[in-house]
């Protein structure tokens, strides 16, 4: 048995992981390092981009039953992330190039996967083949995958944030604190008091942007990765209330809860560097320095990654995709990763396992049939292949499973909602 796996990032790792553990042949093409997208800068797989966080752990929460269905499904991915953790409070977050080595160190010592480092051109439908390039699909390879879809092909625009040096923050003013005191103060906190946050307010939504190259493209921005200053446009208060909300902090210096409050999180395990949580951005270099530096202890802050904007694709799943995940017209061609919908990295991966299943099935003669909708990996599959005029990504979420109106409590009514999700999950995955 043999496929064809494009594109090793989360998704496709993922899959060529599973199935390789299988028994079957995977021929896994990566296009690093002969060709980079304009967002990637390493030749490692499983890179990540925009956020080094794999978000919430809690059962409770949507990202932490997404990880426990994951690892019900044979996850390998989060084995690696545990290797590369840093510490985040109740969240999941990794040292992002410890993260890759690990994965790519999977890969390649698997004995049934043969790894292909060149950019691939064509779709042979003659066998399986999972297309998991990710949502920065362009050149040849996203002309072929146009011409198998036809017109069914959208765009959308995502941010991401800059990195700090932390010996450049001024510590007099940042304090360490998790929200609500969860965590071993896991995150760094720059409040502001109200003329403070006034004054950065006026200059981010005055900032100018950097110019995009496909000026006859409408700029349609996804809302899970929202520029700051898109952001901030829509109202003063929208930050406030948004990624720099104040609640559950308080500043040592005053004793009192912050205006707003700007949060970093360590992005390695060192912790000598800090992203801007929430802070994905458009704005000019120069700009970002300026304002950025008004945030209160990086006014001297050493800037070693500036955010950037860049063009995701992603396929009109419902129109295109059956819940096999492989195309309505094209039944020996599949799909995995965010290209298909799922928005975000663990939903990226997690797609990849249902993707591996799905396959599996096929070249063991199998019917396939999905997990159920009040799992989280069920809900998202069923999500992105129901006729939906106005498709866009979507991330895990509690709201995405079967209503729970007789429990009034919200997290009573979201941990049975998790407990009947894993129950489920162990079922069908065992199956």
């Known amino acids: 048995m043999q496929i064809t796996v494009i594109g090793a990032g989360l998704a496709g790792c993922e899959a060529a992981l599973w199935l390789a553990g299988?028994?079957?042949?995977?021929?896994?093409?990566?296009?690093?390092?002969?060709r980079f997208s304009p967002a990637h800068k390493s030749a490692g797989f499983a890179e990540l981009v925009c956020s080094n966080s794999l978000k919430a752990e809690r059962p409770d929460s949507a990202s932490g039953l997404l990880k426990l269905e994951m690892r019900a499904l044979g996850s390998r991915l989060l084995d690696a992330a545990e290797c590369a953790r840093v510490a985040a409070g109740g969240a999941l977050a990794v040292d992002r190039d410890k993260f890759s080595a690990a994965v790519t160190a999977l890969v390649e010592a698997e004995p049934n996967i043969t790894v292909h480092r060149q950019e691939v051109a064509a779709i042979d439908e003659s066998r399986p083949v999972l297309v998991a390039s990710g949502p920065l699909t362009d050149g040849a390879l996203g002309e072929a995958v146009a011409a198998l879809t036809g017109s069914h092909r959208l765009s959308f625009y995502d941010a991401v944030a800059p990195i700090v040096a932390a010996d450049s923050l001024d510590m007099d003013k940042v304090f360490a604190a998790s929200r609500y005191g969860r965590g071993e103060a896991d995150y760094l906190n720059c409040p502001f008091n109200k003329e403070e946050y006034e004054a950065f307010y006026a200059a981010l939504i005055a900032a100018e942007r950097a110019p995009r190259h496909d000026f006859d493209t409408p700029l349609t921005v996804y809302e899970g990765c929202m520029p700051i200053e898109v952001m901030a446009a829509r109202g003063a208060d929208t930050i406030r209330y948004?990624?720099?909300?104040?609640?559950?902090?308080?500043?040592?210096?005053?004793?009192?809860?912050?205006?707003?409050?700007?949060?970093?999180?360590?992005?390695?395990?060192?912790?000598?560097?800090?992203?801007?949580?929430?802070?994905q951005t458009n704005l000019k270099w120069g700009e970002q320095k300026r304002v950025f530096s008004m945030i209160p202890g990086l006014e001297h802050a050493e800037f070693v990654r500036y955010g950037v904007m860049h063009r995701n694709t992603f396929?009109?799943?419902?129109?295109?995709?059956?819940?096999?995940?492989?195309?309505?017209?094209h039944p020996n061609v599949f799909f995995a990763g965010q290209i298909t919908g799922f928005e975000g990295y663990m939903e990226s991966a997690a797609c990849g396992l249902l993707a591996a299943r799905s396959i599996w099935a096929r070249l063991t003669g199998r019917d396939w049939t999905p997990p159920p909708q009040t799992t989280m990996c069920g809900a998202l599959l069923g999500y992105i292949t129901t006729p939906n005029k106005d498709f866009q990504p979507m991330g895990a979420n509690m709201g995405i499973l079967p209503a729970r109106p007789d429990i009034r409590d919200k997290?009573?009514?979201?941990a049975a909602l998790s407990e009947t999700a894993q129950a489920e999950m162990r079922k069908w995955a065992e199956g």
Not at 22 to 34: C, I, N, S
Not at 258 to 264: D, H, S, Y
Not at 315 to 322: G, Q
């Open 22 to 34: 299988r028994g079957v042949a995977v021929d896994l093409y990566e296009q690093k390092p002969a």
């Open 242 to 279: 948004g990624p720099l909300r104040p609640v559950g902090l308080r500043d040592p210096r005053t004793g009192h809860r912050p205006w707003a409050n700007v949060q970093l999180r360590a992005e390695n395990t060192g912790r000598t560097l800090y992203n801007l949580v929430g802070f």
């Open 315 to 329: 396929l009109d799943s419902p129109a295109v995709l059956t819940d096999a995940l492989c195309l309505k017209e």
């Open 411 to 414: 997290r009573a009514r979201y």
